[in-house]
C-alpha cells in the first residue's frame, strides 16, 4: 500500500512558478514509478510527468516540456514537479500517483496503471 499526500499548490500569475510535492509513506515508493496528472472543470484527467524508480527516465506531456521539470527523492519518499513559465491553461487539480507495476516508459502516461492515488492539490494561474 501507498499513501500519497500532495502539497504546493496555490495561485500564481501567469510566467510564474510553483513546485509541487507528493509525500508518499509505504513501502512501496522506491519500487514505483511515480506521475503526476491533473483535471480541469469538465475536463478529464490528463497526464503531466513521471519518472522511474531510479529517476533515469522521464516523461512529459508535450505542452510541459522545457517548462515542468519531474524529480524524486527516495531517501525522502517524496516525488516533486517544478513548474515554471504558468499559463492560465495549466489551471487544475494536480494528482500524485505511484505504479508499483509499470515498466515501459510507453505507459507512463497511462492513469489506468497507476495503483495508487492523492488528493489532489489546487493550482490556479491567472492572467
Known amino acids: 500500500q501507498v499513501q500519497l499526500v500532495e502539497s504546493g499548490g496555490g495561485l500564481v500569475q501567469a510566467g510564474g512558478s510553483l513546485r509541487l510535492s507528493c509525500a508518499a509513506s509505504?513501502?512501496?515508493?522506491?519500487?514505483?514509478?511515480m506521475g503526476w496528472f491533473r483535471q480541469a472543470p469538465g475536463k478529464e484527467r490528463e497526464f503531466v510527468a513521471a519518472?522511474?524508480?531510479?529517476?533515469?527516465?522521464?516523461k512529459y506531456r508535450d505542452s510541459g516540456k522545457g517548462r515542468f521539470t519531474i524529480s524524486r527523492d527516495n531517501a525522502k519518499n517524496t516525488v516533486y514537479l517544478q513548474m515554471n513559465s504558468l499559463k492560465p491553461e495549466d489551471t487544475a487539480v494536480y494528482y500524485c500517483?505511484?505504479?508499483?507495476?509499470?515498466?515501459?516508459?510507453?505507459?507512463?502516461?497511462?492513469?489506468?496503471?497507476?495503483?495508487?492515488w492523492g488528493q489532489g492539490t489546487q493550482v490556479t494561474v491567472s492572467s
Open positions: 519518472i522511474s524508480r531510479n529517476s533515469g527516465n522521464t
Open positions: 509505504g513501502r512501496t515508493f522506491s519500487s514505483s514509478v
Open positions: 500517483a505511484a505504479s508499483p507495476r509499470l515498466s515501459s516508459s510507453n505507459y507512463y502516461d497511462q492513469n489506468r496503471f497507476y495503483d495508487y
